[in-house]
RNA sequence: GCGGGUGUAGCUCAGUUGGUUAGAGCGCCAGUUUGUGGCACUGGAGGUCGCCGGUUCAAUUCCGGUCACUCGCCCCA
């Protein structure tokens, strides 16, 4: 095995690749229904654009596949759907058209140690609603994470987490008085709240250091912190969720590190999935369009990660509905060539081996899982006919061409 | 980026207290006669014991490094 796919990478197969597919096709049938469309943008941007975003983010100052291109140009193979959907629609002028709402199924690059649920290239589906400053509409928002993981089958391994960053306001004073509060405490903080201390303060609200938890009980609130308005926003978001039934705990240590987010902040985790748990996060980030240099555009989106989606779903069974053509002599080839594309164009599955002996080809069709063996030597030939096996049941018998289709469709004999 | 665990046939794993031809189950291939799969029986192919180096008369077995997977930390727009 010297020949192995990239650190980090790996390649889907069969039904993997069949129950990654089902996913985004749930996935993009959920946001459609909701009236989101689809956008693809390109699989690199300007570094520039995920850099001016993310200075103290790690994602960004240590994890991109960044390059310079034979141009000289800074590329970065994206590492979020997000930045580059916003950059989208400033390139293409859409903030005449609000509210816009887009989804989108895409491969995303980090250089991270991979895991289980982790991976250097994964694959994210996510879903923006752009142009909208209400409440309700992070209800919206999360409302379909929650029916889209219900759709997949997955909503009881995951519990949706809720919070609130407060507005600009609330989050720079409340950032203000956890520093304050912090500082002379910073000798008894564990070595990484230390550098989060003067890098990004508010991820040492979810560190994982019993220390630090334990510091952090006589720390202030952003509660304490919210303005008003800050406080309505989330009480109305709250009360959507009730209202719409949607289970939810909220978690006042569920951050995130960079400014443009504000208002409400979300995760469906799973405890199924080791320490990869998040299986959709998103928020509202009424800053990032401003940050690239646009228009403000209030927004709210998530994204999930689908191969953590797949890790925790399965896939529903299918019924068999291919069928083989089985030459039996070494004449019959061509005239099974001739049937198998006649069952095509009446838009049935039809395939066939182009060797083996009958016994040989029967064998090789029951373990590819297929529905129904067509067996068409000379004796078939004219008589107008197959003699059409259903492997599930193991009958059989004879039937004519032109009932074929029918008996195919049906997907059983008589 | 840091720490722990693992690495033997296509798959799941045994085994070697260092010593001649490394095993099982499943899978695969062929056959058990002549136009019929799943079951059974018989036979067969397939491994430089992850890779590189060290110790040793001798290493798949001990040691070091490396790569990969995995768990935790980190990160998680």
């Not at 066939?352 to 064998?363: E, S, T, V």
């Amino acid at each position: 095995m010297t020949l192995q796919p990239v650190r980090g990478t790996k390649d889907h197969l069969f039904e993997e690749a069949q129950h990654f597919q089902w996913i985004k096709d749930v996935c993009a049938h959920q946001a459609t229904l909701g009236g989101f469309r689809r956008i693809e943008t390109p699989i690199f941007e300007f570094t520039e654009v995920f850099h001016r975003l993310g200075e103290s983010s790690d994602i960004v100052t240590k994890e991109t596949y960044t390059f310079e291109d034979r141009g000289g140009e800074s590329i970065t193979l994206r590492p979020e759907g997000t930045a580059p959907v916003v950059r989208a629609v400033i390139s293409n002028g859409l903030t005449q058209k609000l509210p816009l709402k887009f989804f989108y199924a895409a491969p995303m690059f980090r250089y991270e140690r991979p895991q289980k649920g982790r991976y250097r290239q994964f694959h994210q589906f996510g879903v923006e609603f752009m142009g909208a400053d209400q409440p309700l509409v992070d209800v919206e928002v999360m409302a379909l994470g929650y029916g889209t993981l219900k759709a997949l089958g997955i909503e009881k391994k995951v519990t949706l987490k809720v919070n609130t960053l407060g507005d600009k306001h609330s989050r720079s004073s409340f950032t203000k008085a956890l520093v304050d509060y912090l500082t002379p405490l910073k000798d008894q903080l564990s070595e990484d709240s230390k550098t989060r201390l003067a890098k990004n303060p508010l991820r040492i609200l979810d560190s994982k250091s019993p220390q630090d938890q334990e510091i952090l009980k006589g720390a202030p609130t952003l509660a304490q912190h919210l303005t008003p308005e800050a406080k309505s926003y989330f009480d109305q978001v709250v009360e959507g969720l009730d209202a719409l039934e949607i289970p939810y705990e909220i978690d006042t240590k569920l951050v995130r590190g960079l400014d443009y987010y504000c208002h409400t902040a979300f995760e469906f985790v799973t405890e199924d999935l080791g320490s990869q748990g998040a299986v959709i996060a998103g928020g509202r980030y009424d800053g990032l369009c401003e940050d690239l240099g646009g228009p403000a555009l209030p927004s709210v989106g998530w994204a999930m990660g689908i191969e953590r989606a797949q890790l925790l779903s399965q896939l529903p069974e299918q019924e068999p509905q291919d069928c083989y053509v089985v030459p039996v002599e070494d004449g019959d080839f061509a005239s099974a060539q001739r049937l198998v594309m006649e069952l095509r164009r009446e838009g049935l599955h039809a395939q066939m081996f182009y060797k083996g002996a009958l016994k040989k080809q029967l064998k090789k069709i029951d373990q590819q899982g297929a529905a129904w063996a067509l067996i068409y030597g000379e004796t078939e030939r004219e008589e107008g006919g197959v003699m059409a096996r259903h492997l599930p049941s193991g009958k059989q018998e004879f039937v004519s061409l032109k009932d074929l289709p029918h008996v195919l469709r049906k997907g059983e004999l008589q």
